[in-house]
């Protein structure tokens, strides 16, 4: 990917850094990232050992479920040479009160780097603003940014580019909706988000991507049919988020008609992708005819995972 600072300049403006949102991040950082991701994972598919983290410790605190993000974590530290440590907040203290900043100032005379998954977006900022330590955000109720720079590693893969990919977001405008918006617009790829009223992106979030489109659109309809026109990528996830599994009748209800099926997807373009972070409820968001046909990239998209996390740790976490 062309990037009009020097790849040195890149390199070292990214150690030491908080990833929190995709919002704080330039398109070169982003380009940056994802191109020694890919490079990441051509070394691991030669047998190349890349340890730049050696005798290095991420902390990986859970406050809800996980498999990819977990895994991937764990893993990717592990194969650059470090280790990572799972701390559910069932078992740290930060689960029975102790306040963030307490958590973030002891965790950093420990760590080198904490991945965090939560509920508030306003918890992770407090923590990064009270580590002295890389904070990386693994999911929150509004953003999921680790999982956006996978999507768009998949993206790279499949279609080539990123710029003018139309990506069409059909389903609940929730933390994915608003992570893919944000790097849509950054890598100047168009996003037409289809959510039904009152289940639409966040407003502010959506200004905020217009702002970073330089000649992209970013559109929120409530037509799912319009979102897809023409779409490169066709993109759910789940109506019912981790935290609102009390809502789940009401949202089914809500959703109707937003089904990712066959005729839905006709309108897109013929050689387009489907794409999904998973876990997938068939049948709900998403018909299994999809998910599991021809134009589904989702296991790749999981598999990036890994790559495009170990990416962000040797850039935030190494020297
Ligand atoms: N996509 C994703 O973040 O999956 P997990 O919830 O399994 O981590
Ligand atoms: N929106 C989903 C994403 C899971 C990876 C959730 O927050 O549960």
Redesign the pocket.
């Given at each position: 990917m062309t990037t009009t600072l020097g790849t040195t300049d890149l390199k070292s403006a990214l150690v030491g850094r908080d990833f929190l949102t995709l919002a704080d991040y330039t398109p070169d950082e982003i380009g940056y990232l994802l191109d020694l991701a890919a490079d990441l994972k051509e070394k691991r598919k030669n047998g190349d050992i890349v340890e730049p983290l050696k005798g290095k410790t991420l902390g990986m605190i859970f406050e809800?479920s996980?498999t990819?993000?977990r895994v991937s974590f764990e893993v990717g530290v592990y194969q650059l040479g470090g280790t990572g440590l799972f701390l559910s907040s069932k078992d740290i203290q930060i689960g029975r009160g102790e306040p963030i900043a307490d958590t973030a100032k002891v965790l950093s005379g420990y760590l080198d780097g904490i991945m965090i998954r939560t509920f508030s977006q306003t918890d992770v900022e407090s923590l990064a603003t009270n580590a002295s330590i890389p904070v990386i955000n693994g999911?929150t109720?509004t953003y999921?940014p680790c999982?956006v720079l996978a999507d768009m590693q998949t993206i790279m893969e499949t279609k080539g580019r990123l710029e003018g990919i139309k990506v069409a977001y059909i389903g609940?405008g929730?933390?994915?909706a608003h992570s893919l918006m944000i790097g849509a617009a950054k890598m100047g790829m168009d996003i037409s988000i289809a959510a039904p009223v009152g289940y639409q992106p966040e407003e502010t979030i959506t200004n905020k991507a217009k702002q970073f489109a330089k000649g992209t659109s970013v559109v929120v309809t409530e037509d799912p049919f319009e979102a897809v026109k023409d779409a490169d990528v066709i993109y759910t996830?789940?109506w019912a988020?981790?935290?609102?599994e009390s809502e789940q009748k009401e949202r089914e209800k809500a959703f109707e008609g937003f089904q990712v099926n066959q005729k839905l997807v006709s309108l897109a373009k013929p050689d387009f992708s489907f794409m999904h972070?998973?876990?997938a409820h068939r049948g709900e968001e998403v018909t299994a005819e999809i998910i599991d046909g021809k134009h589904s990239v989702v296991f790749q998209e999981a598999e990036n995972r890994l790559h495009a996390q170990k990416a962000l740790m040797v850039a935030l976490m190494g020297k």
């Open positions: 809800k996980s990819r993000t999911l109720d999921h999982q609940d929730n933390n994915m996830d789940v988020s981790m935290g609102q972070c998973l876990p």
